[in-house]
């Protein structure tokens, strides 16, 4: 659950900063598919950004974990995204 809080956090963060920066949409749907995808969807998804093979493995280690959180917790954490998303203006 404390990594759900971080991911909260950090997309307030990025969402609601003082100089009302946006947040790219390409983050908010990967913040998305990081609760929802399979690892291949994933991989794919994140593969635009090519990002170093270290960094891949990380983010699936994590979302191994993530993956752990019940299906009803994650839609709940998806929805808190979605509303800080549309407050934001994105």
Same mark, same amino acid.
């Given at each position: 659950m404390r990594l759900s809080v971080?991911?909260?956090?950090?997309?307030?963060a990025l969402c609601c900063y003082? #100089?009302?920066a946006l947040v790219c949409p390409a983050l908010a749907s990967e913040l998305?598919?990081?609760f929802f +995808?399979?690892?291949?969807? $994933?991989k794919l998804q994140v593969a635009k950004f090519n990002p170093p093979p270290e960094?891949?493995? #990380?983010?699936l280690q994590v979302k191994h974990?993530?993956?752990k959180i019940p299906l009803e917790?994650?839609? +709940?954490?998806?929805?808190? $995204?979605?509303?800080i998303?549309?407050?934001c203006g994105v």
């Open positions: 971080c991911l909260l956090l950090v997309s307030l003082q #100089a009302n998305t598919g990081f +995808l399979s690892d291949d969807l $994933l960094a891949l493995e #990380a983010k974990c993530t993956d917790d994650r839609i +709940l954490i998806e929805k808190a $995204l979605l509303k998303v549309v407050k």
